[in-house]
């Protein structure tokens, strides 16, 4: 497993990355999130990624990851960054979401508590929001580093802009911007128009959310759409429409990955990675052998012109 520092800082994560957003909740048996996790950390993958509304039920993904780091990380704490963000809905009322102190602070305090960690390495404004001014959102960042319940700061879905008003505020606290979690994909290259950009700007990193595009760029809808999958169900992320709508180009970037000797999601994750400006990749896992294939993307990351150009030809 390589690793790559993160922008400007002395941190360096692994090429991969674990989210625990969906397949670490009470619908997921436990034993089954323990071998993955474990496995990812024998594959050097030793970044593990929360928030504090994942699950489900909201708060569960911490939980169960206390559960697992009290039986078999404990030890190995200096071993492994554990990051977790707040800013979308947690608890009823006014103060359960969005980037107040308040909301931001304690709700930290509850993440430390379920996971039964000291302090997390890493610190997400998980979005900006329109109603708090920046300087109470980054202050917060801030405050939560130097009480120790933190160790770096971070933001997720900011705007290129936003990004560099938050670096901006934060530099100025003495705590700077370290890494920004946004969505990139093959079919989803928002990024690319300004915030990797700003990222060089600042000297961020980046952390990519969603590279196989909620299952799209994986083999499960090569031959249409399984019953049970995510587009067959009511997911808002992934319809039968879109995934009708991409297959073509879905199985054209197959027969390239096939050609390098890759699955299609080595080669989503690869092509995410390529040229360095990307820290890390963030995947998600429902089985220890969905999280081989994926973290089997790191022993063919180089691509030539040619490829490039043919894979350009078919993304949006």
Not at 90 to 109: A, F, I, Q, T, V
Not at 126 to 139: A, K, L, Q, S, Y
Not at 179 to 205: C, F, K, T
Not at 275 to 293: F, K
């Amino acid at each position: 497993m390589p690793y790559r520092r993160v922008g400007r800082s002395g941190l360096k994560l692994p090429a991969i990355s674990l989210g625990l957003w969906h397949n670490f909740g009470d619908a997921k048996p436990f034993a089954d999130q323990r071998a993955i996790l474990r496995r990812a950390f024998d594959l050097g993958i030793t970044h593990f990624d929360l928030a504090n509304n994942y699950g489900p039920p909201p708060g569960e993904a911490e939980r169960n990851f206390g559960r697992v780091y009290a039986a078999d990380f404990r030890a190995h704490r200096h071993e492994i960054v554990v990051s977790t963000k707040a800013g979308y809905q947690m608890w009823p009322g006014p103060y359960g979401e969005w980037g107040s102190r308040k909301s931001l602070l304690n709700s930290l305090d509850e993440s430390l508590e379920r996971t039964g960690l000291d302090h997390v390495d890493i610190f997400y404004s998980h979005r900006p929001d329109p109603d708090t001014p920046f300087e109470e959102t980054m202050g917060a960042l801030d405050t939560a580093v130097r009480q120790g319940k933190a160790l770096y700061a971070g933001i997720s879905n900011y705007s290129p802009e936003q990004t560099r008003e938050a670096a901006r505020i934060l530099g100025e606290l003495g705590t700077p911007l370290l890494i920004h979690q946004p969505s990139y994909s093959m079919v989803n290259r928002w990024v690319e128009d300004g915030l990797l950009d700003a990222l060089d700007e600042v000297g961020a990193g980046s952390i990519a959310f969603s590279p196989l595009a909620q299952g799209l760029l994986t083999s499960r809808y090569l031959n249409g759409i399984p019953e049970g999958s995510r587009a067959a169900g009511d997911s808002p992320f992934l319809t039968a429409e879109g995934v009708e709508k991409a297959l073509g180009t879905v199985r054209a970037l197959n027969a390239i990955a096939e050609r390098r000797g890759q699955t299609l999601a080595q080669l989503a994750l690869a092509w995410v990675l390529r040229g360095g400006r990307v820290t890390s990749a963030l995947i998600g896992a429902s089985s220890v052998a969905q999280l081989e294939d994926s973290a089997g993307a790191v022993r063919n990351l180089d691509f030539s012109d040619a490829e490039l150009a043919e894979i350009e030809s078919l993304l949006p």
